[in-house]
């Protein structure tokens, strides 16, 4: 890949060249951000920067030998490392038993991934997925091994906050003191859930979400949206590319997403149970990827219902009935319980994009929400 094809991120991809061009290139460095911020695809694309045979001021040339193995992920100093599950024909799974999966996930998506989507990919969305103590003993083993070229040899290490307890101490010495012109770049989203040993050995580069304005342009110009629907793409997304890029695939209309949190909220208010229970099962029925769609918009409308309260409307992108609804919502939504409601749905993002049981996860989260809603601020 090259700089040029990233979407937005100029402050980072800035930051990358002039540490390469100033040879002051890090033996390990964690790009550390939100889902559909484009980490794996600046990863990909300093890896060919580094490697470039002729590399340019800003980018690499892409056209030399290099270039193009690593353009096809087929560089043999070009190392992953990446979550993977027992499937019914691999009971002790490593990366490399799915490498030729991986680089045709990659490929396919331009290297703007995520979790969901590589467990289809594998054909196992309802299982945990590590990075395990078979690919620690890879890491070191293949890093020792001499380069095959005279650049780089590059270990991408991505969602590294799946990794194994157990395998973490495996590879802490190659991490802290890695053979010559060997480098990591590991990828991660919870910096929580990250080893202390592990990130204590990187320099962390923070990613930022996509901003709105740079993912309304990518959206017109790339996917001949109409202003309209990017608009609405560019709300519920949130910064992530990975979601914006589902919803232009998916038949399903954004408005419709819209509905179905306004109703939800509206079941939570009455808090029917009965009612209540019959909503959730249906809704549990949408695949996760729409689901964690659904919450990840129902976060940006509680953003959205702060803002109103402090009476800052410029910040909202939305018009029309959305506006209505969400203004009527901002009468429930407060100082008081917005850090709760944050914490409850994206508790919830986590859940189910962990394979954890949507039903039970959505039915709680309900229940918590029609505790929440009649927290309000004393006059």
């Not at 959206?219 to 232009?248: H, M, P, W």
């Amino acid at each position: 890949m090259l700089f040029k094809d990233i979407i937005g991120q100029e402050n980072i991809k800035n930051k990358l060249i002039n540490n390469a061009r100033k040879n002051k290139v890090s033996h390990a460095i964690l790009l550390l951000g939100p889902p559909g911020s484009g980490k794996l695809a600046l990863a990909l694309t300093y890896a060919q920067y580094l490697n470039c045979l002729n590399p340019k001021e800003n980018d690499s040339c892409g056209v030399c030998h290099s270039c193009l193995q690593m353009s096809k992920l087929a560089h043999p100093d070009l190392h992953f490392i990446f979550p993977t599950a027992p499937t019914k024909t691999t009971n002790d799974p490593s990366s490399k038993d799915f490498l030729d999966i991986w680089r045709n996930f990659i490929l396919k998506n331009n290297a703007y991934v995520d979790l969901p989507g590589w467990l289809e990919a594998m054909g196992i969305e309802n299982k945990q997925a590590y990075i395990r103590v078979k690919d620690c003993d890879d890491i070191v083993k293949i890093l020792n091994l001499t380069s095959y070229e005279a650049g780089y040899k590059i270990m991408i290490i991505w969602l590294a906050e799946r990794l194994y307890y157990s395998g973490a101490p495996k590879i802490l010495k190659i991490l802290e003191e890695p053979p010559d012109k060997t480098i990591f770049i590991l990828i991660a989203e919870h910096q929580e859930e990250l080893l202390p040993t592990i990130k204590s050995r990187t320099q962390i580069i923070k990613i930022p979400k996509i901003n709105d304005d740079t993912l309304y342009q990518t959206l017109i110009e790339k996917y001949k949206c109409s202003k309209e629907k990017a608009k609405q793409i560019v709300f519920l997304s949130d910064g992530n590319y990975c979601t914006a890029r589902n919803l232009i695939n998916s038949e399903e209309d954004t408005a419709e997403i819209f509905n179905t949190f306004r109703e939800w909220m509206l079941q939570c208010y009455f808090n029917n149970f009965i009612n209540l229970n019959t909503f959730i099962s249906n809704i549990a029925k949408l695949g996760r990827e729409q689901l964690i769609n659904l919450l990840t918009f129902g976060l940006k409308i509680i953003r959205d219902c702060m803002s109103i309260n402090y009476g800052l409307y410029n910040y909202i992108r939305a018009e029309g009935q959305q506006l209505e609804s969400i203004v009527k919502l901002s009468a429930y939504i407060n100082t008081l319980n917005i850090t709760s409601f944050e914490e409850e749905f994206n508790k919830a993002i986590f859940h189910i994009e962990r394979n954890g049981n949507v039903k039970a996860i959505l039915l709680d989260l309900s229940l918590t929400i029609s505790d929440l809603i009649k927290i309000k601020p004393s006059n």
